[in-house]
């Protein structure tokens, strides 16, 4: 099974994806190690996917969180 997060815009739109990992702890590692960059370059939600199925989407506003 492989993760990713895919990274959408302030519009909604998606902005990229994230590379891929083993696991949904490495994937959520990568995440939070950079979601304060991703968020100051325009990236408002994340999705973090399996296998293509989303498993889960947040936002990465500290007022949302």
Request: hydrophobic share 40%.
């Amino acid at each position: 099974m492989t993760f990713f997060w895919v990274l959408f815009d302030t519009a909604g739109g998606e902005a990229g994806r994230s590379e891929e990992f083993a696991d949904q702890e490495s994937a959520e590692a990568w995440l939070s190690e950079r979601w304060p960059d991703l968020r100051d370059s325009g990236v408002e939600e994340v999705a973090l996917h399996a296998d293509g199925d989303e498993r889960y989407r947040m936002s990465l506003r500290e007022d949302d969180a």
